[in-house]
């Protein structure tokens, strides 16, 4: 049992999620939905002209067994929710094949993804290479020119994808007093 957070108005204090806890356990599980509340955020919309929902082929991949650490044995879903995962898509050859959602979180509702950006940039970045789209060794100011005079000016796409590209930034969202 994990502590409800942020319930009432306003929240009896321990119950709180703020820029010191929102990245801990049980902060976290309100904190990746919540986002927006917590840190400047900004809503990038897709291109409904070219955005399309996924096909699927749906299977369900809850009842997967499989071992997991320490020989124990585990049923897809039951590991999900003992592991405090918000939601899984699976895609297989462009369908989802399963989803699976906790936590509130549901298919339209926004959750941080942290790192996960990285990947499914470049992977978006290896589709548009593949059909000729982009060129791994042009510029980045090529395809973004407000870049120049920037620490991504001369760089090159391969250099941010392969993240060989140094700045200097400080991942600190906690005012000094909330430390």
Sequence with gaps: TTLPVMRGFPPDTPQQVTLANWRTPPFNRWAFQHASELIPSAIVPSEPRIAAPLKSAFQNLGAL??????????????????????????????????????AGQAPARRHIIFSVSKSLTGAAAGIAVDRGLLDPDAPVTTYVPEAEGFAYGDATVRHVLDMTVSIDFDEAYATPDEK
């Design 65 to 102: 067994e499989f071992e997991g650490h320490g020989g124990t044995d585990w049923r897809l879903s039951d590991w999900l929710t003992a592991s405090c995962t918000d939601g899984l898509v699976v895609l297989r050859k462009g369908r989802v094949v399963h989803e699976w959602y906790d």
